[in-house]
């Protein structure tokens, strides 16, 4: 691998590294600043800066798609000079795999990864709840409204103390994996830094002045927000229901789009995603380079 100087993360580049974003002609949830923030410690993330991209690498070696304004790269000069031996990319977006198969052909081989799909939302219909396919949710909600006396609230930086409670209060009622207390350190990180990454956006909801469910969220363009966490906790029932409601009604209505990213292969996240009737999936891949 050559011309690829790998450094940690750090929020001095993060302006360099949300151009190259926003210059992507698909935005996954993986390479948002927020999300590649939150997670780093944990996957060891690091990134280095060539061929006008951002390439990011996890623990292992590990090298994911490139981030950039894909359609105007000069991929035939590029990849045999950064790569002049074979590689795998991981988490690459539907869209990097449609310009590189098309250029370079039988040079390139791509694998759809089911698992990595992010689901793509209608923020108004999920708003709206209109219609036979919603009323399981709408049922849901009434109870939440019905049974308790809650409040909701949009989430700032001043949040934190209540975040890392409720996310306490969220794992308590489960089997701590490592995982979940991944997870947990990843809000926490988010959290730690709410002011310094920008678009972060969430919604609290209370029940008596106790957290009952939270959402963090990014604006990941004008028309596009992204739920990176959205915790309920199990003694509020409809909470689930309820704060995703609230928060694309009170805190998101702006946008078109809600994407509430990957299910991780995990047949009951597959099943409550699916449930809120996806409008489309950004579709990942694992591509993989074979040079002359």
């Not at 939302?121 to 049922?139: P, T």
């Not at 350190?185 to 919604?203: D, F, Y």
């Not at 963090?216 to 927000?225: G, N």
């Amino acid at each position: 691998m050559m011309n690829l100087c790998f450094e940690p993360l750090s929020l001095e580049k993060s302006g360099h590294y949300l151009e190259l974003y926003r210059a992507c002609p698909r935005q996954s949830s993986y390479y948002s600043f927020g999300s590649l923030w939150a997670w780093r410690n944990v996957f060891g993330l690091s990134w280095a800066f060539a061929g006008g991209m951002c390439w990011i690498r996890s623990e292992g070696d590990n090298l994911w798609a490139p981030v950039g304004p894909w359609d105007d790269a000069d991929w035939r000069s590029i990849i045999p000079e950064i790569f002049p031996k074979p590689v795998s990319l991981q988490y690459a977006p539907d869209g990097l795999v449609r310009v590189l198969t098309d250029l370079l052909r039988d040079r390139v081989t791509a694998r759809e990864v089911r698992s990595q799909w992010e689901y793509l939302h209608s923020v108004q219909e999920l708003i709206a709840l209109k219609g036979n396919r919603f009323s399981n949710k709408r049922s849901h909600i009434r109870q939440f409204t019905k049974n308790y006396d809650y409040e909701y609230r949009p989430m700032g930086p001043g949040d934190r103390n209540a975040v890392v409670n409720a996310q306490r209060l969220w794992l308590a009622e489960r089997c701590s994996t490592d995982a979940l207390l991944r997870e947990t350190e990843a809000v926490k990180e988010m959290m730690e830094q709410w002011r310094n990454i920008p678009g972060l956006l969430g919604g609290i909801l209370e029940v008596k002045g106790s957290p009952a469910a939270y959402t963090i969220a990014e604006a990941i363009s004008e028309d596009t927000v992204m739920i990176h966490f959205e915790k309920a906790l199990s003694a509020y029932n409809g909470a689930y229901q309820a704060i995703n409601r609230m928060f694309l009604q009170n805190t998101a209505s702006s946008f078109t789009t809600v994407n509430r990213e990957e299910d991780l292969g995990d047949e009951g996240m597959r099943a409550a995603k699916m449930s809120y009737h996806p409008v489309g999936f950004l579709k990942k891949y694992t591509l993989s380079w074979f040079p002359d």
